[in-house]
């Protein structure tokens, strides 16, 4: 069977959400909502963005739409797949008082699994980290696996990065290597078109079944061309995998106290990040009618995040008192100590923290200013902006 | 048990962790104002406002230091071993005792002449210098245990 | 896909709080108890010196505590002081009342490193409790010298004083400071570091736990008589909220302390819990 197939930008994906679909999965890609890109369920190609593009900086995102028919011609907004994996809020067990003691059970796993439509080499790379955390663990995460099993991965080629991008300082690129089953690049030149490859022997069978042509060197070489175009707009700004050593004695930088005059701690970088896994467990529990005893507990698990003030309790006084312990806990996990936690690196270069933060604080630039690098891209510069 | 008047004092204080490595004129010049002293359990070395006339290397058992208040329990806040000296105060300008000091064992030590130590001082600039330090040390570690007590350590959840 | 781990479904979730009888309250202080849980379905992996569990009561909550006693049959020992509301609840328990338990969790003394070696044993406090079984292994002949130092804020707050008793038949030398005390109590009154700085003599191997405070300056103490850095081990405290390495409020730096501790090598955490707020 052919492994890479050239099919129509409109029809050709038609095809392919619907074969998703009929094939049992829950299909999720982007769509445009309120002025953003979010992600959530799509029954058709036609509900995916056409002519859309976002406008990214720090503290800034907005959306651009005009009459080209491109696809993907967009970079994410704050959604990412991590709120279908592991969600904002979930319950995760519920527990019934039976006999003197109590019995247990917990919400069983999805009917279907998911097909991600759309995801980027940052996006695969945010899931692998989420799995490390949740899946490699010596006592798996019981609702992440039942959610990420069998999941079908529809990757993009990343073909427009925006200007908060850095994948390519911290091992990442706009073209996905592992990971998918299916692999889009959307060219433009010599017509508009998607090249589809498979990276599994599912998403070949699943390419097989939508309409299209076999993909010819002029179709890869133009994909070639598109990736070497995104990469010219990936200007190396930090040396990813040695942050961690050149971070290791910044605990006391000056820096810390000066980002602290700006960080709000609003929380917003945790929660738009795509690896950040950092989550809380609420129990709700319902007394009898006379109050005397408790008949059912709900333990609901939601996000938390580091820059909340008591997400460091202990014994009732956080022991991160100041924003700027907060913040150097956020950015010096993500750059610093994630690697020796779970063998991975924490962040994937995706931007969302820089640009969905409300005081442009650029994570790049922090990082940039605390090990005595100099930013070249300029990016950094902006943080002066409103 | 050895008899608690004939032990070599100029010995003893040579082998008391205070005086350790002492230029030997100095402990010869410090045993000639020395002598032994013993407390049974529950006697008191010193009480708070006594006029400063010894201090006490401690050679055995345990003293404590204790604060009496009117309506109060005695409470001791520190025990100085074997090994320690209790009193400084005198040496800071010859203040009177600030505590109470109890043997909680029955306690033997080697008491020096305050007057005689400090005219042994003005002699000697090296042994002023010697005490000076020895003291000072014994003054930190009490510093350090007295602020750690304060803290209440133990009183909230490990 | 894809997938690149196989996913595990099924089996018991890690967060279900595993039904206990508790079976025996036995007051230690006027407000610590060590209560006895015995298991009235799954049995949990016996605790090993210095783990923890997470106690749950029924319609209050969850919190991690310190396994301080266990036996053969599946039962284990907790010792609580009343602090906040779960700890109230689970102190406030009488033979016969149900506890939830999962775990244990993090990492354990290096009970087999102590062989054969002059070791220290330093506990201030309820710090006592997650020490008390290590003493138990290691009191029956294994080290060459054990000396263990128990500070308290007073005489009545000393915890264990039958298994004290029992330590020193066993030839271990067992030193207690409390705070402050009437001039009948017949141990020191001073700081752990106190007792730790009298002792004269090197350890081979310290085992430090009590509050943070205390275990800096006795783990000092310890290092300035002779002990190698490498060689003191201290418990560490942070907020382990799922206690299976995935809900990430329990970082110490580099550690996450449910998994990576709560035990853990002095030299590998002096300079973080140098750094304020970390």
Known sequence: MDRSRVIDPQKGLDALVRELAAAGYRVVGPIVRDGAIVYDDVTSGSDLPTGCASDQAPGRWRLRIDDEPTRFGWTPGADSWKRFLAPAHQEVLRIRRHDG????????????????????????????????????????????????????????????????????????????????????????????????????????????????RLATDVDHVAAEAVVARAVEHLPPRLPGSDLPALLAGSASHARWEQVAQRCLSCGNCTMVCPTCFCSTFDDTTVLTDDGSAPVETVRRQHWASCFELDHSNLGGVPVRATIAARYRQWLTHKLETWPAQFEVTGCVGCGRCTTWCPAAIDIVHEAGVLIGADDRSGAGRREEQP | MNDTRTGDIRQALGEHDFFAAMDPRHLDTLAQMSRWSDHAAGSWLACAGDAPDSFHAIVRGRVGIEITATGRAP?????????????????????????????????????????GVLDACDRSDDLRDEITTRLLRVVADRLRSARLQLVDLYGRAR | MAALVEPVVGGIDPLTPVPHRVVAVDRETSDVVTLTLDPLSEVLVPALPGQFVMVWAFGVGEIPVSVSGVDDAGRFALTVRAVGPVSNAVVAARPGDTLGARGPYGTAWPIADAKDRDVLVVAGGLGLAPLR???????????????????????????????????????????????????????????????VARLGAAHDIAFVCGPELMMTSAARAAIAQGTDPANVWVSLERNMHCGIAHCGRCQLGALLLCRDGAVVRWDRVVELLRERGR
Do not use: K, M
């Open chain 2, 75 to 115: 409470l001791v806040v520190a025990t100085v071993h074997a090994g320690d000296v209790v009193g400084w105060s005198w040496f800071i300008g010859r203040q009177p005792w600030q505590f109470d000091v109890v043997a909680l064992d029955d306690v033997r030590s080697i008491a020096l002449d305050v007057n």
């Open chain 3, 133 to 195: 079984t290590a003493i138990d292994e290691l009191g029956g002949g294994g080290p060459r010298r054990l000396t263990v130092v128990v500070g308290a804020r007073e005489p009545d707050q000393v915890l264990f004083t039958a298994d004290q008793r029992r330590w020193r038949d066993l030839g271990v030398d067992v030193q207690i400071t409390v705070d402050a005390a009437s001039w009948r109590w017949d141990g020191a009154v001073g700081t752990a570091t106190d007792v």
């Open chain 1, 101 to 212: 003691s109590w019995v247990s059970e917990a919400p069983p796993p999805p009917d279907r699994p998911l097909a991600l439509v759309g995801a980027r080499d940052c996006e695969l790379r945010a899931v692998a980290v989420l799995d490390r955390v949740l899946l490699d663990a010596d006592r798996p995460d019981a609702q992440y696996a039942g959610r990420r099993r069998d999941t079908f991965v529809v990757a993009t080629t990343c073909g427009v990065p925006s200007a908060t991008c850095w994948c390519t300082s911290i091992g990442g690129g706009p073209q996905p290597h592992h990971g998918f089953d299916l692999r889009l690049t959307e060219l433009h030149e010599g017509g508009h078109r998607l090249l589809v490859e498979s990276g599994s022997e599912l998403g070949t069978e699943v390419l097989g079944r939508i309409p299209g």
